[in-house]
């Protein structure tokens, strides 16, 4: 049997995440591969070539927009190109694999476009603006600039959410932990 695809979008900041995380660390039997993406942006402290990202320069990753290796590509935050290669999902949903895309709005809305009824999209959205800027905040990473421009991002991002199969609010972690579960073991059974 082919595997699916399981689509998880979100304003920044929202928990997606945490969850997707949480979900391939403690739910082995759903066998689901993460799509790692390409990104154009440097890697932060602590992520890897292959594992968080394929990390490619700009020039990298024209090339292979110019080789038809994407599913969908996209120019987020500051110029910075993101897009799911062709190659991390095909091989795996062959082999009865179930691919995991980490992604943002626009992505999600196009792969799930792509795959329909063999693709799950969810939509993580966090409880409200000021909870998500004490996230972006707390977490620490970005500079007050680039809050406030993902902030403005995130405000647009929410208006995506009715484009999704199913919404997961992320009020409160474990409860939108154990939602998420419940949706995609109910997607992956029929
Ligand atoms: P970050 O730089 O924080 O890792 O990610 C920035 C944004 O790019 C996030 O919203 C993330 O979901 C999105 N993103 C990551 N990979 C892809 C991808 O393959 N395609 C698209 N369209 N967006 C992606």
Known sequence: MKGKCIIFSAP???GKS????????EHPELRLAFSVSAASR??????????DYFFLTPEQFRAHIEAGDFLEY???????????LRSQVEEKLKQGINVLFDID?????????????EALSLFVQPPSLEELRRR???RGTETPEK???????AEEEMTYAPRFDRVVVNDNLEKAEA???ALVRDFLSH
């Open 74 to 84: 996209e120019e987020v935050y500051g110029g910075h190109l993101y897009g799911t």
């Open 12 to 14: 920044s900041g929202s």
């Open 136 to 138: 972006l905040e707390g």
């Open 105 to 117: 709005v626009k992505g999600g809305v196009n792969i799930k476009q792509q795959f329909g009824d």
């Open 18 to 25: 945490t969850i997707v995380h949480w979900l391939m660390q």
């Open 147 to 153: 809050i406030e421009m993902r902030l403005a991002r």
């Open 179 to 181: 939602d998420t579960l």
């Open 42 to 51: 440097q890697p932060r402290p602590g992520e890897q070539h292959g594992v």
